[in-house]
């Protein structure tokens, strides 16, 4: 079994910086594509950015330029950089991975419980 940790989410004003974190631990074998979904008050959720295991990283349309995925394969950890927040970026922020564990030989996805994030005045 693995489990995410999530962590760094809060409160910010329009044009602020914050920095989420998501940290797997458990019986981890390999760890494949990391990613950052969020779901905004009243919708679905959305991919915001996710990253490969060689490094190779896609970003949806609306925060292009403005947040930067990058992982730790040490630790385990994947990040999301997000400067220039917007209120539109106000949503709960779930991190995914797909990996396999020490007890499975098939790899399957993983999520955390959720850190909110609100852009506000």
């Known amino acids: 079994q693995m489990h995410l940790v999530e962590s760094g989410g809060g409160l910010v004003q329009p044009g602020g910086s914050l920095r989420l974190s998501c940290a797997a631990s458990?019986?981890?074998?390999?760890?494949?594509?990391m990613g950052w979904f969020r779901q905004p008050p009243g919708k679905q959720r959305e991919l915001v950015a996710s990253i490969t295991g060689g490094g190779s990283t896609m970003y949806a349309d609306s925060v292009k330029g403005r947040f930067t995925i990058s992982r730790d394969g040490a630790k385990n950890t994947v990040y999301l950089q997000m400067n220039s927040l917007k209120p539109e970026d106000t949503a709960v922020y779930y991190c995914?991975?797909?990996?396999?564990?020490?007890?499975?030989?098939?790899?399957?996805?993983?999520w955390g419980q959720g850190t909110q994030v609100t852009v506000s005045s």
């Open positions: 995914n991975m797909n990996a396999a564990t020490r007890t499975t030989t098939v790899p399957r996805d993983y």
């Open positions: 458990g019986s981890i074998f390999r760890i494949n594509a």
